[in-house]
């Protein structure tokens, strides 16, 4: 396949641009935003524009690794029926594909998904079952799966689940979050994939594994969920891939039940093998948005920024996760 390579500032111009709960507020403003100046071997993102169930699986299959054996497409399932998560009608295909299953983990905070009966409610209502089977992997449970980088956490805690599957695809929605500043692929990996009590290790930075609210470190937050986004990175090898839909992209992730309403359109579709240099490249395009009107990224800006939310790119990639340095492919010229 011909591969169409395009600047950050070719695909910002494609899409109308130029170049550009609670956790301890870092207080800056989008001017102030450093992006840190990628150097080494670059990833390869690819891009489309179309959020489409068709160009959902063209992305993934651009990506040329194939989904096989027993494929876990982890998705989150939305707080409510107000929230923003990715609709079956829109990833069903996909799914349908790989052959895989929904998986999940049950909640930290006392929400709809916070024990299996209630989030198996809460899956009914939004008809992913109907698509494929759905599987919360810490119904029955956690384990522990090794971390690399032990700066703060000493193990990461999975549902047990996690084990009958051969192959992840981590499907992720990328929008804001009000502890992590932004949700993508790196948060999916992390808070997405632990169990209850693995959540409450990653918000405590391993200082408690039945508290979400004991958070004394942003960084140390955004670092904790770093090292688990790895060590479940590790768990599958080469046997994963990473896509981020950026569509509905509200301040408020998609556990709050009363998310603000969007002000940034949507931009596309984005998917690698390398999770930092997926989360990186959407973030550029967030940071890199002209605005007009009906379409502003200053208060998604300022969420991320509020939280110090970019550096969970760095971090990452500083423990060998992946690279800050990509290229674009835009696979609509294709």
Known sequence: MKRILL?????????????????????????????????????????????????????????????????????????????????????????????????ECNTAYGGSRSTTESHRKEIAKRGYEKIAPVDIMDAEGD??????????IKYNLVGTHLQNYDFMIN????????????????????????????????HSTGKSLDNIWGQESQDGFLESMAAAAQAVATYFGDKILYINVMNNMSVDC???????????KDMGILASLDPVALDKACLDLVFGHVDSTGDDAKPLQQR???????????????????????????????
Request: glycine residues 10%; positive net charge.
């Open 7 to 103: 600047s950050f500032a070719l695909i910002a111009t494609l899409l109308g641009f130029t170049n550009c709960g609670p956790g301890k507020s870092v207080s800056t403003t989008p001017e102030e935003t450093t992006v840190t100046q990628p150097t080494g071997e670059k990833s390869i993102v690819y891009f489309t524009k179309n959020i489409t169930p068709e160009a959902l699986v063209k992305i993934y299959e651009a990506l040329g690794r194939k989904a096989e054996g027993r494929v876990a497409v982890k998705i989150s399932t939305g707080e409510s029926e107000q929230t923003n998560h990715l609709r079956p009608e829109l990833i069903g295909d996909l799914v349908k594909k790989v052959n895989g299953t929904f998986v």
């Open 143 to 152: 384990m522990e799966i090794p971390v690399q980088d032990t700066k703060w």
């Open 171 to 202: 499907l992720a929605h990328f929008k804001g979050h009000a502890m992590g500043g932004f949700g993508g692929v790196l948060k999916n990996q992390s808070i997405g994939v632990a169990s209850k009590r693995g959540k409450c290790n990653i």
């Open 254 to 264: 998609d556990c709050n039940a009363h998310p603000d309403t969007p002000k940034l």
């Open 304 to 334: 991320i920024n509020r939280q110090h939310g970019t550096h969970i790119v760095d971090y990452a990639a500083s423990i060998g996760l992946g690279s800050l340095n990509y290229e674009i492919v835009n696979i609509d010229n294709q």
